[in-house]
Each structure stands twice: as C-alpha cells, then as structure tokens.
C-alpha cells in the first residue's frame, strides 16, 4: 500500500512540477492503476499459475527449449507459432498439444478453458 502511494505521488510531483518526466511521459508510464481482474479473469489466473506458468514463465522442468512467453499473446495477429491469435486456435493448442506442449484435453472444463483465455486476453497481468 505504501508503494503505490509513493507511486501515485511520483507520478502526481512529475505531471505537475514536471519533475524529470513531462505530462505526456507520465501518462505513458501509466500512473493509473490497470483494472482489477473479473471474478472469470482471476479463475483464469489461478489456472495459469498452476498448470502453464511453470514451463511457460518458470521452465522449471529444465526444458532444453524454452516454450513461448505468453504475456500479450493477443495483442498481435499471430501466435508466436504463426498461427493466428484467436480464441479457437489457443484453445485447439491447449487441448491437442503442439510440438513438445502435452495435450491438456480432459484437464479443462468448458468454463476453465473459457476463463483461461479471458486471462490471457489481460495480458497475463
């Protein structure tokens, strides 16, 4: 709490002494908090974090290749295979597989594999 007061008044001293930073920069360094994660987002989370998150943030099983970094997945046309970045196309990854990702199929219920995307379309944040 205390550091994002110290954050909140940093950005606040920037844009109105301009401070080391103008206006402009402090906008685009976002003094605003992003919005809070939907009750659906934080299912979504809470998914990533114990099913993907350990080979696609961790690689804790000592993959020789590490698997992609999925934070802003959606935020181009592609995926970082090439395909397009769509709903179905994750969702047909998550559930057949690719390359040396396993098959999750029967690990996700429609409504976990519905949150899981609404996660990743945040950003992972």
Known sequence: MIARRLFVAHCWLG???GLALSIAE??????HEAPKLTGHEME???LYQGRCAHCHEDNDLALKKAPPDLHGVFKG????SGAA????????VVLSGKGMMPAFAGRF?????????SYLHTGLR
């Open 44 to 46: 979504g989370k809470h």
């Open 77 to 80: 046309s592609t995926l970082p």
């Open 15 to 17: 844009a109105v002494f």
């Open 109 to 117: 219920d429609e409504k976990q594999m519905s949150a899981l995307l």
């Open 26 to 31: 402090v906008v685009v360094l976002g003094c």
């Open 85 to 92: 970045a769509t709903d179905a196309e994750v969702r047909r």
